[in-house]
């Protein structure tokens, strides 16, 4: 159309083409190492595997680092293989916050069931440099790919 609105582009902003730099993201699957804790500490998540177009996640930290300032779009899933306890996925920003707080969000999986499933969905303003990444607090997880995973993509400045 006449104002170059593009629609089912993810990742860009209305008016704005669909490029690489526009189309930042990343895709991770499958917990790294066993997900479990009886603590009440968190623990970071890495992954068995990551897609992304460009080099801003690292696995090593589990953190994604923004490279633009910006709002992103950032989701987490997993399944919950704990009968006893109630398991937590955290999606916090700069490592900061609990529950409560607007740089942590919590999807709790409720204790009584195998296999109960938990999500995630937040809009994060990031600044340059600043980073996103995915914890568990209590219980224990299911750690195969098709089980857990998280990913984020820019939205717009």
Same mark, same amino acid.
């Given at each position: 159309? /006449?104002?170059?609105? &593009? $629609?089912?582009?993810?990742?860009? =902003?209305?008016?704005t083409p669909a490029s690489s730099e *526009?189309?930042? +993201? #990343?895709?991770?699957?499958g917990a790294h190492a066993d997900i479990g804790s009886a603590q009440s500490d +968190?623990? %970071?998540? !890495?992954?068995? $595997?990551?897609?992304? *177009?460009? /080099?801003? #996640?690292?696995?090593?930290?589990g953190r994604y680092v923004a490279p633009k300032a910006g709002k992103y779009f950032f989701y987490a899933h997993a399944v919950n293989?704990?009968? =006893?306890?109630?398991? &937590? %996925?955290y999606l916090r920003k700069n490592n900061t916050g609990g529950s409560g707080s607007d740089t942590a969000v919590q999807a709790r999986l409720p204790a009584g069931t195998y296999y109960a499933i938990g999500s995630i969905q937040v809009i994060y303003q %990031?600044?340059?440099?600043? @980073?996103? $990444?995915?914890? !568990?607090? !209590?219980? @224990?997880?299911?750690d195969s790919e098709e089980y857990i995973g998280f990913?984020?993509?820019?939205?717009a400045t």
């Open positions: 159309n /006449s104002t170059g609105a &593009r $629609s089912g582009v993810i990742g860009t =902003t209305v008016g *526009n189309a930042l +993201y #990343f895709d991770a699957k +968190y623990e %970071l998540i !890495t992954w068995q $595997s990551v897609q992304q *177009n460009a /080099s801003d #996640f690292n696995n090593a930290t293989n704990d009968i =006893t306890s109630v398991v &937590r %996925l %990031l600044d340059v440099g600043e @980073y996103v $990444s995915a914890w !568990t607090e !209590t219980g @224990y997880m299911l990913g984020g993509y820019w939205v």
